[in-house]
């Protein structure tokens, strides 16, 4: 059995750390007593990170297009795994792209390569005019 | 996010409180040690507790802006959870980082004197 938790957010930057802070502290809720401190908070901080890339890209470009416009982050846990949702109506993008070269002094263009590194699954897709990025993480 | 500023010598220490994203990024890229070329600056990142992609492109972003970039901007005293996000994207290449502050300013204030 899963339980849902949708929030419906504005597309302004402010509302990207408050989809984060949720991401934490339900991540917090779900990880259970019986880990360990250094564990849990590992959890709890990529679960945290990983939204905060996801909804901050997704304000980004809500700006960028100039299309100011709701989003609708969706957390769904599992008995073995929190997945969360970041639904937008921007334009869609590619996700293939390769992370910046360092030696370049990038100053954007880490977010996705973020993601992939601290969450288990992560899927793109478009569904009509809309953006649906999900991500997993195993408890 | 809180930004405190103190100086050792010709030294800036930068000490950032809070969270650094995309909220609170442009304070940082705003502030006045950040943007001079010449100042050498510390950050000391003790207090900060939390760090975005858009928070360590500010931060790399300063690096730029100096004339010296191997010592322009030096990194100390970062958590687990800051530091994951240098390594993560191996920005940690770009940077001096030190577990403590008195240290970073030392290597700041040795190296900013040998190119004088």
Redesign the interface.
């Known amino acids: 059995m899963s339980s849902i938790i949708t929030l419906t957010l504005p597309g302004e ?2 509302f ?2 408050l989809a ?1 802070q949720t991401a934490s502290s339900l991540a917090d809720l779900v990880i259970g007593e019986n880990r360990e401190e250094s564990a849990k ?2 959890f709890c ?1 990529a679960f ?2 990983a939204v ?2 996801a909804v ?1 890209n997704s ?2 470009h809500a700006e960028e297009f100039d299309a100011p416009q709701m989003l609708t982050v969706t957390f769904e846990f599992e008995p073995r795994q929190l997945t969360v949702s970041v639904r937008d109506a921007n334009p869609p993008f590619s996700i293939d792209k390769s ?1 910046p070269d ?1 030696e370049s ?4 263009g ?2 996705l ?2 993601i992939r ?2 969450m288990d699954q992560f899927t793109y897709r478009r569904d009509g005019d809309a953006n649906i990025i999900t991500m997993s993480k195993s408890l | 996010m809180n930004i405190t500023e103190t100086s050792n010598g010709a030294i800036a220490i930068v000490a950032i409180e809070g969270r650094l994203d995309a909220l609170s990024a442009p304070e940082l890229r705003n502030n006045r040690s950040v943007i001079d070329p010449e100042k050498t600056v510390v950050l000391n990142l003790e207090k900060l507790d939390f760090m975005n992609s858009t928070g360590l492109g500010a931060i790399v972003g300063a690096l730029n802006q100096k004339l010296q970039p191997d010592f322009g901007i030096v990194l100390s005293c970062m958590n687990d959870d800051v530091r994951s996000v240098f390594e993560i994207t191996n920005v940690q290449k770009l940077f001096h980082i030190f577990d403590d502050t008195a240290a970073a300013v030392e290597f700041a204030t040795t190296r900013q004197g040998a190119h004088t």
């Not at chain 1, 002094?105 to 954007?108: Q, S």
């Open positions: 930057i402010m990207a750390r984060s908070r590992k901080h945290e990170l905060s890339e901050t304000v980004t992370a360092i002094y990038p100053v954007h880490f977010g390569k973020i590194e601290i």
